[in-house]
């Protein structure tokens, strides 16, 4: 074979090896990404990060801790057949002197249905009031509502 007839060979294998190598690349920067960095927990939108991380785990009674004593009281717990919160992400968060309101897009997600798994994305918001210098959460989202002996996760 001439070196004409080689040439065409290597650069193919230089091509695939390149391509393999941006695949093995691209898969660690997905498989390594973690968990997002925590806000800061003096902010309505740390305090709204930590309750729905409570809530989607299943701990109530952390989720309670970041709630006034009228949210606690106003429990609609969560509706059968309803998928439950996968995973919650900051959109916006306008804040006041003594209340603020954090923006989110929660993610739900069934195993169940006709056609496999399903997602589904709705936006809502939190309200909070400052009660002793702290930010509480004193309306939640139905759907990342969480009840005392009632947890959203099984």
């Known amino acids: 074979m001439t070196d ?3 040439k065409p060979d290597r650069i193919l294998l230089v091509l695939l090896g390149v391509i393999g190598l941006l695949v093995v690349v691209a898969l660690a920067v997905v498989f390594s990404r973690g968990d997002p ?10 305090v709204v990060q930590r309750y729905s991380s409570a809530v989607i785990d299943g701990d109530v009674a ?16 969560a509706f059968p057949g309803e998928p439950r919160p996968a995973r919650v992400v900051l959109v916006s968060t306008s804040e006041r002197d003594q209340s603020a309101t954090v923006r989110v897009s929660i993610v739900n997600s069934s195993q169940e249905g006709p056609f496999g798994p399903s997602e589904y994305e709705m936006e809502d ?9 702290n930010w509480k959460i004193s309306q939640a989202p139905y759907t990342l509502m969480a009840c005392s002996g009632t947890p959203v996760k099984p």
């Not at 952390?62 to 717990?77: N, P, V």
């Not at 918001?125 to 210098?133: H, N, P, R």
Request: a negative charge; charged letters at 25%.
């Open 62 to 77: 952390t989720a309670d801790t970041y709630l006034t004593e009228s949210a606690r009281t106003i429990c609609r717990g």
């Open 125 to 133: 918001a939190f309200s909070l009031v400052k009660e002793d210098g």
């Open 4 to 6: 004409a007839a080689r």
């Open 37 to 46: 960095a925590p806000l800061d927990e003096a902010s309505p939108a740390g």
